[in-house]
């Protein structure tokens, strides 16, 4: 166990310099490698925001567009039904017994099928049927909702990147989380509630006409600037797909925040044609079921742009735009879990981490070196080539250090002699009934080494599992611990026992073996 | 061996010892239970610095009369007018609340305010984190027995298993005494505490085997006693030297290290303990002897 090739001597020292080369990568910068240290959000300072997407508005919404062709498919091909009522998650409809079998083979149609997609991803129909006697019942397939689920989850992130950039955060992250849920990381921010108001907002726009009694077909909405009641039509002029651009400016009279915007062709048009007809009549502008403004229709407007007044603040304004630009998201967003560190705390925990890591260090290191003197250098040798190795190691792997992992890191270092304590005390075992000192310290490692193996990947199963069950920083705590483990085998294995071995093999008489 | 001390004497002592512990931990943990944090439990937390240090603790709580946070608890961390609040209200169903309640503060208190930290978390998330925790400390034991069974006997995966249940229960169960909180940092300490206290007991266990083969004519005990006492001082050695890394985390490590830290000072402790007190008697128990190691060298 104390030989060593000088190959093997070269490659040991050649992953030690590597090691401490990436490890200086934090503290100088280098143009050829760009790797870091990423501080975790706890240490830097940061938002971090869980939101979740609530699909069932959207599977009712999706269901409502699917009437219309249904009851056309149906009069087509002359299929008697009654009873057509729609709830929450299926449609249901009266169909008798021997018309059944026709509505089946139209509604699984492969080809020209009008209301049920194909989805050739998972070779499944969105929508599927159950039969109940008469009764029919439509209902979402699992791979419909799965696609339907998916589709609005990547809109969404696609949404929420858009207003995120708009704000100008500096380095966001935003990654999708399993299959409901929106990642958002926001380094460097301490006060988050503007971009919560943004992130949570659906920002469904539509420009709905005011009527004058409760007609069939509308529903009572609160003008949000005065809290008086409207009844608005349902039906829908334009809606903010139609929207091309929303910018905030100020009122050449007034000179109050109002937001101008921009239309499409089709919604110009459309735009320009309802308000010919209705000059007179008021024009509701709702945001998320709730009355912004409602102006009266003084003149056609037919040039595609218009404003929006609502007796805004600027900041209103700007956020109204900005919302009305990154567009509506599919499906309502709630906040699930939020975790806000001030960069002030953020410091702090970097200080106190670091100074109880460097104590902690000088600690560990006196107390070897008072016990086994020369070899308790050594043992503090491998121990700072660990720390550094370490340090390399999560530089490469571009790993994110929290505080708790700083609390891995320290934990490294308290246990990482464990494994030269383990040689050394068996050495010293040997040492008594072995004559030959190098075959007392070969013997030694020798033995040593299945009870170093077996301990140390009893603490890697550990660090893994934390790795593959933990979230946030537990996460990092694992990557510290795990990686931790690794340079602790290499450096006690290798570094140590190199060492040990050029002083054993140079020093017969063993001045030194005061162990 | 001069220092040679008689541990199997006292196994029996010991083991009635730790039966107890355990039993009243259990007793603690099924009818006090654990004070978790807003990880597991849902809710908010604030950190509030204070600019005037005058601000007493009473204030503070006065500012927070506001009915509809419910149960609020408030309690100075860390350095003077420094305090830690914490409320079962989601703050997230209205994305304004935070920014109200920080402006009330300010106001009532009439200081400037630094909110350092602010966590939420609803109750979906926080019910699928307790479950993630409990899954990850089950999964990792598993992973442990497992592997001491592939690399001993059953009994001594048994045994170890054992020790390591001994070590988790009685932490937690002592956290529940003290009623500290319990959150995602403590899962971590606990699972290091596995993986600490497996560690340990390996070294003790390698040493038992070695010995069984090597004596032949002596009883299990005395093995366990002979090899307990040539690790002894690498036990010693090894324990000390983490408790020195984490005794300076807890002193000076912040506030928000010190559970963390306090939990796995507490384990190391326990777990070098029942290494020696724990994992070894079960061998005797399930009479392990040379036979039992020769057994599958023999098929």
Known sequence: ?515 | MNNKINFSKFFNVANIFSLLAVIISILFLFFKGLNYGVDFKGGTLLEIRIENKNIQIQDVRESLNIPELGDVNVKQFGIEGDFLIKFEKNANENEKFITDLKNNISKKIASAVNFRRVETVGPKVSGELLKQGVTAIILALSAMLFYIWIRFEWQFSLGSIIALIHDVVITLGIFSILSFEVNLSIVAAVLTIVGYSMNDTVVIFDRIRENLLKYSKLKTNEIADISVNETLSRTIITSLTTLLALFSIFILGGEILKGFSFAMILGVVIGTYSSIFVASPVLNYFKVTQRTLLKDEDL
Request: aromatic letters at 8%; glycine letters at 8%; zero cysteines.
């Open chain 1, 1 to 515: 166990m104390l030989s060593f090739t000088k190959i093997k001597v070269l490659s040991i020292y050649l992953i030690l310099f590597l090691g401490i080369f990436f490890a200086s990568l934090n503290f100088k910068s280098n143009n050829l490698i760009n790797k870091k240290v990423n501080l975790g959000l706890d240490l830097q300072g940061g938002s971090y925001i869980l939101l979740e997407i609530d699909t069932r508005p959207l599977i009712n919404q999706k269901l409502q567009t699917k009437v219309i062709p249904i009851k056309k498919l149906l009069n087509k091909n002359e299929i008697v039904f009654r009873d057509f009522t729609i709830s929450q998650d299926n449609i249901s409809l009266t169909i008798e017994k021997e018309k059944q079998d026709k509505f089946k083979n139209l509604f699984f149609k492969q080809q020209e099928n009008t209301i049920n997609n194909f989805i050739s991803e998972y070779n499944k129909f969105e929508l599927e049927l159950e039969f109940n006697q008469n009764k029919v019942f439509i209902k979402f397939s699992k791979f419909g909702l799965l696609s339907l689920n998916n589709a609005a989850l990547k809109q969404s992130i696609e949404i929420i990147r858009r207003r995120i950039d708009d704000v100008g955060t500096k380095e966001p992250t935003i990654l999708q989380r399993g299959d409901k849920r929106i990642l958002v990381e926001l380094p460097g921010i301490d006060n988050p509630e503007r971009i919560k108001e943004l992130l949570g907002k659906t920002a469904q726009l539509t420009f709905r006409l005011v009527s004058k009694n409760d007609a069939f077909g509308s529903e009572k909405l609160i003008l949000s600037e005065s809290g008086e009641e409207l009844t608005v039509n349902k039906r829908v002029v334009i809606s903010g797909d139609n929207l091309v651009d929303a910018q905030p400016q100020f009122d050449n009279q007034s000179n109050q925040p109002i937001v101008l915007f921009t239309l499409d062709r089709l919604g110009a048009q459309k735009f320009g044609r309802i308000t010919t007809e209705n000059v007179g009549r008021r024009l509701a502008i709702v945001l998320d079921n709730s009355v912004i403004s409602a102006p009266q229709i003084r003149e056609a407007i037919i040039g595609g742009t218009g404003t929006i007044s609502g007796g805004f603040s600027f900041q209103e304004s700007t956020d109204l735009a900005l919302l009305l630009r990154s567009g509506a998201l599919p499906a309502p967003i709630n906040i699930v879990e939020e975790r806000t560190v001030g960069p002030d705390l953020g410091k702090d925990s970097i200080d106190a981490g670091v100074f109880s890591l460097i104590v902690g260090f000088v600690l560990v290191i006196i107390f070897m070196f008072i016990k086994y003197r020369i070899f308790g250098l050594v043992s503090n040798i491998s121990l700072v080539s660990n720390l550094l190795m370490m340090i390399g190691i999560l530089t490469i792997l571009e790993a994110t250090l929290t505080l708790p992992g700083i609390a891995g890191i320290i934990l490294t270092v308290g246990m990482a002699v464990d494994s030269n304590v383990l040689i050394y005390e068996r050495i010293k075992e040997e040492l008594k009934t072995e004559k030959s000192i190098i075959h007392a310290f070969d013997t030694g490692y020798n033995k040593a080494k299945i009870t170093v193996i077996d301990a140390n990947v009893t603490t890697l199963i550990a660090a893994v599992i934390l790795f593959i069950f933990g979230s946030g920083p537990v996460k990092g705590f694992a990557v510290t611990l795990g990686t931790g483990i690794v340079t602790t085998l290499f450096s006690a294995y290798f570094i140590a026992r190199h060492l040990t071995s050029v002083i054993v093999l140079n020093d017969k008489k063993g001045r030194y073996f005061n162990l």
